[in-house]
């Protein structure tokens, strides 16, 4: 009943639930640890960590027993819900508990993201540290991302470097989130032939392909180092190889990428591209089109239509090929915008001296 009440988000009316039990003399013996650890799990799924610990005191008053798993999850709390001021503390509590309550590889992972998240990774090579000197558990591939994630949001890649290492010496075998971490890091370094070169070796080492977000990260370093030729090349190459097709996501980064650099024209094509439309000349998917997000199909329309004439016309011909082929229209405003646009004159007079009626200038512009 309490597991039911808890997966249908009424955690309130298991917990008052199971205070009724306890306040029968005849039923109070059921109520335990399990019933108390999936209280815990209620609450925390409704994101409420004053909750969780309420009831974590309730359990120490009435003598409730507590284990890993009970301890993994209000450290989860703590992880998530910005409290690991209160960890060293749970530790305690574990070490003191009749019998003693042993932390496992999930506890120090846990510990060591909840560190991470909260900026202080220092912290989580101390636990990394502790943990190897303690000798019972060994980090896995979790525990050395969380750690590598953390060195990513602080640009340490001295440190990241050497975490990739230790894994190697600890036999963890790092996996694509690993390598998306890793390029990420590398190209915001300036680093990119080195994170191309990294790919290359842990694929080749490990036995695996670069998956879709891999090569995502990749174009974005290639973009983040002014290199969009080299983003381009390495989508049509993804293609030809055929080991993972790009996603929305791919073509999103790609096309916003050609933005940033001012290649209007190279951004339609990709737009072009991820949709399956005619008039690109990129390497395009046998799959289902993709297309781009929303809004930056709604920034690159914008964009050509403050531009000049001819890219007017870009514009309008897009979105033409989107509402005839893909079903597609782009927000009212915009088509509307470049449709009317489209259909004046297109010359105005902003402001020229001298000029006549509908005479242009250099400071006339097709708006």
């Not at 392909?209 to 080299?230: E, F």
């Not at 339609?268 to 949709?275: D, G, K, S, T």
């Not at 050509?304 to 597609?328: C, F, P, T, W, Y």
Request: glycine share 6%; proline share 2%; charged share 25%.
């Amino acid at each position: 009943m309490v597991d039911a009440l808890v997966m249908n988000q009424c955690v309130e009316d298991a917990f008052t639930l199971v205070h009724k039990v306890w306040d029968d003399v005849a039923n109070k013996e059921s109520v335990n640890t399990v019933i108390y650890s999936t209280i815990l799990k209620g609450f925390k799924m409704q994101r409420q960590p004053e909750k969780v610990f309420s009831v974590y005191m309730e359990m120490k008053q009435r003598g409730i027993a507590c284990n890993t798993i009970t301890f993994n999850t209000i450290l989860d709390v703590c992880a998530h819900g910005g409290a690991m001021h209160r960890v060293a503390e749970l530790l305690e509590d574990m070490k003191a508990m009749q019998p003693q309550v042993e932390p496992d590889i999930i506890t120090y992972s846990t510990i060591v993201k909840g560190y991470c998240m909260s900026g202080d990774v220092d912290k989580g090579f101390e636990v990394l540290q502790e943990m190897k000197r303690d000798g019972k558990h060994c980090p896995d591939e979790i525990l050395y991302n969380s750690l590598l994630d953390g060195c990513a949001k602080q640009h340490r890649l001295d440190d990241a470097l050497r975490l990739l290492d230790d894994m190697s010496d600890a036999h963890v075998v790092p996996s694509n989130y690993t390598l998306s971490i890793l390029v990420k890091l590398l190209g915001r370094s300036r680093r990119l032939n080195q994170a191309f070169t990294m790919v290359e070796t842990i694929c080749k080492e490990h036995g695996f392909r670069p998956n879709i977000q891999v090569n995502t990260c990749l174009i974005q370093a290639c973009i983040q180092n002014r290199q969009l030729g080299r983003a381009i090349a390495l989508h049509d190459e993804i293609l030809n190889e055929g080991g993972c097709a790009p996603d929305e996501k791919t073509y999103s980064v790609l096309a916003r990428g050609c933005l940033q650099a001012g290649a209007m024209e190279k951004a339609v094509e990709v737009i072009r591209c991820a949709y399956h439309l005619p008039g690109h000349n990129m390497v395009q998917s046998k799959r289902y089109h993709q297309g781009v997000e929303t809004r930056v199909l709604e920034e690159t329309v914008m964009k050509l239509n403050s531009g000049s004439r001819s890219e007017v016309e870009v514009a309008q011909s897009l979105l033409a090929d989107l509402k005839e082929h893909r079903n597609i229209n782009v927000q009212d405003n915009v088509y509307s915008q470049v449709v009317r646009q489209a259909a004046t004159s297109g010359w105005q007079q902003r402001g020229s001296k001298g000029g006549g009626k509908g005479s242009p200038s250099k400071n006339t512009r097709w708006s």
